[in-house]
């Protein structure tokens, strides 16, 4: 289909079905670089289900005419126009990465107009990359193989991908023959890049919003697209919520929102046996919200030794310490408390240990906390929370710390990490090796990969240790800086063949312990 917008000729893609007014309608907004292709499996799904669709070819991109728009604001104002153009009053949008961006700006600016949101691979910011940035804008051909990389894994270059229709879209292909890449991926990215508002926008959105993530999309990372669902996710303080039970039936009412819901009978509900409790400790929420979060990443998640597929709890008169490790790294972080009783300590699963995180964060306040050998209960006056324990006996972890002479290294940690963002862009799934070479008060970071493509990067640090090098897992050290919450960081050495630790700076209560790769 096509139709002019601001005196442009603009492509959509219908989904096989012809255009209908009289149905309701979904524009679906692709990402940087892309075109209608994106949504061929989509529109032709919802174009048989009831709906009108335009799967839109940005201006510049594809079939459609004109140059391509140079900020999301823009891009929001011009798929308002769209909506207007075909002879609508209101639209469902659906976007994917950047399409995120200029959907969430469309609704916030013009929230009559929006009636639902889909968010696919999306966050509040999108940040680029300075090197893929440069590399777009220059027109360079590496720039699609890097995004598709990150967005896809290697078989989006090609086809062949195992998840059903990516094979044939050939998305890196297509955006690679689209144009240039320099006025439309560079111009893109750089949208991208400057755009600021996205949080704020989010904050307006009083529409239903789906918010879809991928745990391996390295452009819109899952941690960043959550906090964009969960701000969306907030209510008002003074909605009203109407919840009506009518013939088995769960009816949701709020601002423009209903839904209903199918019920179960309540003699299904499986019912917890609450046992006796040995001992309890009342400790801040926040406390023990802030334990988990510093040591969760380090869980096994489905490893045959049971006991690390969760978190050690560790309770003394006078410390609480939460371990957690996967056999090739460990955290630890303890904070004081004063109690009566003697040592113990517990296996939490790994589920119950990231629900009681996000829990307590919710309830920051004092809680209690009670525990036999099989079960453990979190409660306070807004809630009760009792989970199952892992039966078994936790590791010795204490033999895992290092120990002879030390070599201490301090960094900026946002030094360290954007070092190792860049690095990273050269691993992939089967290759995560990145080295450490170390030098008085200097720390060279080196990756390659089998593809022989390599990279270095010098970052000023306070050493005056020996000259080594040492390899890691990159991963492993992004997810402990990732928690580490002062400016400065703190790598102890023990040598090349050693484990190393990573620690806040001057802060006792927080050890993450990281195995050395063979590189």
């Known amino acids: 289909m096509k139709f002019k917008v601001n005196g442009h000729e603009v492509f959509a893609s219908t989904g096989g079905r012809p255009f209908d007014k009289n149905k309701p309608l979904i524009i679906f907004v692709h990402g940087s670089g892309l075109t209608h292709m994106t949504w061929v499996l989509q529109t032709r799904y919802f174009a048989f289900h009831g709906y009108t669709c335009l799967a839109l070819d940005m201006p510049g991109h594809g079939l459609s005419g004109g140059k391509s728009l140079k900020s999301i604001e823009d891009m929001a104002d011009w798929i308002s126009s769209v909506i ?21 700006e469309c609704t916030a600016r013009y929230p009559d107009k929006i009636k639902t949101l889909s968010l696919m691979g999306g966050a509040g910011a999108i940040p680029m990359n300075p090197e893929l940035l440069a590399l777009a804008e220059n027109g360079d051909p590496k720039a699609v193989d890097l995004m598709m990389d990150w967005a896809h894994g290697p078989a989006g270059h090609f086809g062949g991908h195992p998840v059903p229709g990516l ?22 990215f750089r949208a991208c890049d400057n755009y600021k508002n996205g949080f704020e926008a989010a904050k307006k959105i009083k529409i239903p919003t789906l918010s879809i ?47 209903d819901f199918s019920t179960l009978p309540v003699g299904d509900f499986p019912v917890i046996e609450q046992q006796d409790f040995d001992l309890e400790v009342a400790l801040p929420g926040k406390e023990i919200a802030s334990l988990i979060e510093n040591t969760a990443f380090a869980m096994a998640s489905q490893d045959v030794r049971y006991y690390l597929n969760g978190i050690l709890l560790e309770v003394s008169p006078s410390k609480i310490n939460i371990v957690a490790t996967d056999g090739h790294r460990l955290a630890w972080s303890s904070c004081d408390i004063k109690t009566d009783f003697t040592e113990d300590k517990v296996i939490i699963p790994r589920k119950s240990a990231l629900e009681m995180q996000k829990l307590l964060s919710l309830y920051p306040e004092n809680v209690s906390i009670s525990f036999n050998s099989n079960q453990l209960k979190v409660f306070s006056d807004n809630f009760s929370f009792i989970s199952k324990l892992i039966e078994g006996s936790y590791p010795d972890y204490q033999k895992v710390f290092p120990s002879g002479d030390e070599q201490k290294l301090v960094v900026e940690k946002t030094l360290v990490q954007t070092a190792l963002n860049r690095a990273s862009v050269l691993s992939n799934e089967k290759y995560r090796g990145v080295k450490f070479i170390l030098e008085p008060d200097n720390l060279k970071i080196c990756a390659n990969n089998p593809s022989k493509e390599s990279a270095e990067e010098e970052v000023p640090v306070k050493y005056k240790g020996d000259s080594f090098e040492i390899g890691f897992n990159i991963s492993y050290v992004q997810d402990s800086l990732a928690v580490i919450s002062k400016k400065d960081v703190e790598f102890v050495f023990y040598g090349s063949e050693n484990s190393c630790l990573i620690k806040n700076v001057d802060d006792e209560g927080l050890i993450h312990v990281i195995m050395p790769m063979r590189l």
């Open 84 to 104: 207007d153009s075909v002879g609508y009053k209101e639209a469902s949008l659906v976007g994917h990465s950047q399409g995120c961006l200029v959907t969430i």
């Open 167 to 188: 094979y044939h879209i050939n998305t890196g292909g297509m955006l690679a023959k689209s144009r240039t890449i320099k006025d439309t991926l560079g111009v893109d």
């Open 213 to 259: 993530l991928a745990t391996d999309d390295k452009m819109c990372p899952v941690k960043e697209g959550r906090k964009l669902a969960d701000l969306i996710r907030s209510v008002p303080e003074d909605t009203v919520l109407t919840f009506e039970l009518i013939e088995n039936q769960l009816e949701i009412s709020a601002l423009k929102f209903f839904a």
